[in-house]
């Protein structure tokens, strides 16, 4: 590759090409530093990619992450990147069965809408003015805690006057989540539509005493200071094209199918060895940022690995020739779908599916939550799809840690993959799969990842989406400034396994590359 044939001195070499690596080469780029990027695959984008999934079929699915809430606004003006996100009008959707009756809680269409729903469910306006307390209190916290994220790590103590809320700073900070939900909620549909939040991706209990699952929680409720979750138009590569768009044309060097084998540093000079198919190269940085997981970081620095880590969710990407009846009559599919559809997700069903995960039993009844990205973006889909009324559907599924899938893989995927949407079936007026679009050699347009998927697919470690348990947003023994530094001066961790990393943020990118500016 001439742009670095031999071995050549850069100002920051970034090993992975992903949405925060790239992040990080923009903003150094930018501001004059010499920057080469390192991706071992054939593309940049990482886990935040829209490919065409099903043969012969024009649909440019995200085929992993895909909503945004966690990416400042402040990264996309600094960059001056040309992508924009588009709310969502339905907030969630979640189908019931009470008195022997199909009925459901939406979310959304105006506050008058909703105090509806929830009284026609509940039986009455308890549940509802709980809601507006409990999301009143975290869209405040939001408020406070969000803009924090690309500054440097406050102390807890900090963050804690920053909140200035002793209530929602126990709620969230030092009990359980299940404590304040249960002591805010009484229906048990409602509970779990609230929990769903702390569990995206996270194998925790309500009760967990790690606080693994408000950590998860917290994220979910603070993006952009308020929490809404929305859909990147044109998909999650469109966010991921103009990242590269913008450190090339700032001058960053991007190399793909180049993948960093090994990092030799004194805490000055570091240099890189990488792998082709042509061979071995190596380049020589005066620092290195690390956009990939802590386990990765420390084989290529030869430190000592940390804890595995481990994933804990199905993936599902379908095409539909159209979107399903519901069994509840009162609803359309195209609102109940645009949000999130919450399935076998109340809060019961939600700690069953749990204790028998952790028995390491697949959960007889797996909650997932599904949404149709279509709705809101037509753009992903061929003209012709689109006119046809084809709509794409993205599936989520919870408590289906990587452990269930170590003996046989394959099966147990097929066999999740069944019972999941065998519980959707039930509360749909027709089959799903009468639904399905096929691809050009007749086969259904539907594709499941397990956490070994992932983690053969992308290098996440154990299929864990977040690369490791989420961290608390403030400072803690050994974070270092910005939450990016590890134990060599000049190699920085700048992926998702950051502290306030997760998600698709952009966050530890610009972290990383403000510890390097000496911002």
């Known amino acids: 590759m001439p742009a670095h044939e031999g071995t050549r001195t850069y100002d920051a070499v970034i090993v992975g090409g992903g949405h925060n690596g790239l992040v990080a080469a923009a903003y150094l780029a930018r501001a004059g530093r010499s920057v080469l990027v390192l991706e071992r695959l054939d593309h940049t984008g990482g886990a935040a990619v829209s490919t065409r999934p099903f043969a012969g079929v024009d649909a440019r699915l995200s085929r992993y992450s895909y909503l945004v809430s966690l990416l400042p606004d402040k990264i996309v003006r600094d960059l001056g990147l040309d992508f924009r996100i588009q709310g969502r009008?339905?907030?969630?959707?979640?189908?019931?069965?009470?008195?022997?009756?199909?009925?459901?809680?939406?979310?959304?269409?105006?506050?008058?809408?909703?105090?509806?729903?929830?009284?026609?469910?509940?039986?009455?306006?308890?549940?509802?003015?709980?809601?507006?307390?409990?999301?009143?209190?975290?869209?405040?916290?939001?408020?406070?805690?969000?803009?924090?994220?690309?500054?440097?790590?406050?102390?807890?103590?900090?963050?804690?006057?920053?909140?200035?809320?002793?209530?929602?700073?126990?709620?969230?900070?030092?009990?359980?989540?299940?404590?304040?939900?249960?002591?805010?909620?009484?229906?048990?549909?409602?509970?779990?539509?609230?929990?769903?939040?702390?569990?995206?991706?996270?194998?925790?209990?309500?009760?967990?005493?790690?606080?693994?699952?408000n950590r998860c929680f917290l994220y979910h409720v603070i993006g952009g200071g308020t929490g809404a979750w929305d859909v990147p138009v044109g998909g999650m590569g469109a966010l991921t094209d103009t990242l590269a768009d913008a450190a090339r044309t700032a001058g960053a060097v991007i190399a793909t199918g180049h993948e960093a084998v090994r990092i030799d540093t004194d805490g000055q000079t570091a240099e890189i060895t990488y792998r082709t198919a042509d061979g071995e190269g190596t380049a020589v940085a005066r620092h290195v940022l690390v956009n990939a997981s802590p386990r990765e970081l420390a084989a290529l620095t030869g430190d000592t690995a940390p804890e595995?880590?481990?994933?804990?969710?199905?993936?599902?990407?379908?095409?539909?020739?159209?979107?399903?009846?519901?069994?509840?009559?009162?609803?359309?599919?195209?609102?109940?779908?645009?949000?999130?559809?919450?399935?076998?997700?109340?809060?019961?069903?939600?700690?069953?599916?749990?204790?028998?995960?952790?028995?390491?039993?697949?959960?007889?009844?797996?909650?997932?939550?599904?949404?149709?990205?279509?709705?809101?973006?037509?753009?992903?889909?061929?003209?012709?799809?689109?006119?046809?009324?084809?709509?794409?559907?993205?599936?989520?599924?919870?408590?289906?840690?990587?452990?269930?899938?170590?003996?046989?893989?394959?099966?147990?995927?097929?066999?999740?993959?069944?019972?999941?949407?065998?519980?959707?079936?039930?509360?749909?007026?027709?089959?799903?799969?009468?639904?399905?679009?096929?691809?050009?050699?007749?086969?259904?347009?539907?594709?499941?990842?397990?956490?070994?998927?992932?983690?053969?697919?992308?290098?996440?470690?154990?299929?864990?989406?977040?690369?490791?348990?989420?961290?608390?947003?403030?400072a803690q023994e050994d974070t270092g400034r910005w939450g990016v530094e590890t134990r060599h001066a000049n190699v920085l961790l700048c992926g998702a396994g950051a502290v306030r990393g997760g998600g698709v943020s952009g966050v530890p990118g610009h972290n990383a590359a403000m510890a390097v500016l000496g911002e």
């Open 89 to 213: 009008t339905i907030s969630s959707y979640t189908p019931a069965e009470r008195g022997g009756r199909a009925t459901g809680l939406l979310v959304g269409g105006g506050e008058e809408r909703t105090r509806e729903a929830f009284a026609a469910l509940t039986g009455g306006e308890r549940e509802y003015a709980a809601w507006q307390r409990f999301y009143g209190m975290t869209g405040q916290l939001a408020e406070r805690v969000f803009p924090t994220l690309t500054e440097p790590l406050p102390t807890r103590e900090e963050l804690r006057r920053r909140v200035d809320d002793e209530t929602a700073w126990r709620a969230l900070f030092e009990e359980p989540i299940g404590v304040t939900i249960e002591e805010n909620f009484g229906d048990d549909l409602v509970r779990g539509v609230v929990l769903t939040d702390a569990l995206i991706g996270t194998f925790a209990d309500a009760h967990d005493t790690s606080l693994a699952q």
């Open 308 to 474: 595995p880590a481990e994933g804990a969710q199905l993936k599902v990407n379908m095409l539909l020739k159209r979107l399903p009846r519901l069994r509840d009559s009162a609803v359309d599919p195209r609102e109940a779908f645009a949000g999130t559809f919450h399935i076998a997700e109340g809060y019961g069903q939600l700690a069953t599916a749990h204790a028998q995960a952790a028995a390491g039993e697949l959960p007889a009844a797996p909650p997932s939550e599904i949404y149709c990205h279509s709705l809101t973006d037509p753009s992903i889909l061929g003209p012709d799809l689109a006119a046809r009324g084809y709509q794409t559907l993205t599936l989520f599924g919870l408590h289906t840690p990587a452990r269930l899938f170590a003996d046989d893989n394959d099966a147990v995927r097929d066999e999740l993959l069944k019972a999941t949407l065998a519980q959707l079936d039930a509360h749909l007026a027709e089959p799903l799969a009468d639904c399905l679009a096929t691809d050009a050699e007749g086969r259904p347009c539907i594709e499941a990842k397990t956490p070994l998927d992932l983690e053969r697919d992308l290098g996440l470690p154990g299929g864990n989406i977040f690369h490791r348990a989420l961290s608390w947003p403030y």
